[in-house]
């Protein structure tokens, strides 16, 4: 089993940055998919980046050239780092984990951490 916890989370203006980290625990497979999601309220929960255990990423339109997602599999953890935020980048970050290891395996979600941007 793998535990997810997401931290980094705040208030923050819109065109400020804020860093969010996810640490990963457990039984970490060294082929996986890291990455991070966002639910607004009444909105599905969306992609906003991933990347895989060679740092190959991929991002959501509407953060590219914003958003950089980063991953030290060392300390087997993954940050990202949120720029030029916007009003609408306001949801609950979820952190997830997906073992590549197999075709179909489900992934494990953090428990999630409040982005907020003020106009």
């Known amino acids: 089993q793998v535990q997810l916890v997401e931290s980094g989370g705040g208030l923050v203006q819109a065109g400020g940055s804020l860093r969010l980290s996810c640490a990963a625990s457990g039984s970490i497979s060294s082929i996986n998919v890291m990455g991070w999601y966002r639910q607004a309220p009444g909105k599905r929960r969306e992609l906003v980046a991933h990347i895989n255990s060679r740092s190959s990423t991929n991002y959501a339109d509407s953060v590219k050239g914003r958003f950089t997602i980063s991953r030290d599999n060392a300390k087997n953890t993954v940050y990202l780092q949120m720029n030029s935020l916007l009003p609408e980048d306001t949801a609950v970050y979820y952190c997830?984990?997906?073992?590549?290891?197999?075709?179909?395996?489900?992934?494990?979600w953090g428990q999630g951490t409040q982005v907020t941007v003020s106009s």
């Open positions: 997830n984990y997906i073992d590549l290891r197999f075709g179909a395996s489900p992934p494990t």
